[in-house]
Nanobody
Framework: QVQLVESGGGLVQAGGSLRLSCAAS????????MGWFRQAPGKEREFVTA????????DYADSVKGRFTISRDSAKNTGYLQMNNLKPEDTAVYYC????????????????????WGQGTQVTVSS
């Protein structure tokens, strides 16, 4: 069973940057696609971005395209989310997650495709 621990959240002014990390332990991290989701108060958890198990494929929600970059370092069992030009509407708890099946790269924008979640890290963007 893999475990995920996010870090790197915090308070930043609009236009600033943050880098989130997602450290994985347990099963072979490099065999699983991973994603980042976020949840603002009173709203449903929404897809932000995902990266395939190989690292060769990525996808982004329209709201973050051109500002956020997902990456992974399988040697370190860690995934990253670089967030630039942050906006107040990016304020949320950010969660990393790992898909349930090894080698899968489909349905990555849906929470049901993920079997393991981190505890979340708060990102607050002030205007």
């Amino acid at each position: 069973q893999v475990q995920l621990v996010e870090s790197g959240g915090g308070l930043v002014q609009a236009g600033g940057s943050l880098r989130l990390s997602c450290a994985a332990s347990g099963r072979t991290f490099s065999s699983y696609s991973m994603g980042w989701f976020r949840q603002a108060p009173g709203k449903e958890r929404e897809f932000v971005t995902a990266i395939s198990w190989s690292g060769r494929s990525t996808d982004y929600a329209d709201s973050v395209k051109g500002r956020f970059t997902i990456s992974r370092d399988s040697a370190k069992n860690t995934g990253y989310l670089q967030m630039n030009n942050l906006k107040p509407e990016d304020t949320a708890v950010y969660y990393c997650a790992v898909q349930s099946a090894a080698g899968r790269w489909s349905g990555y924008d849906a929470t049901r495709a993920y079997s393991t979640w981190g505890q979340g890290t708060q990102v607050t963007v002030s205007s």
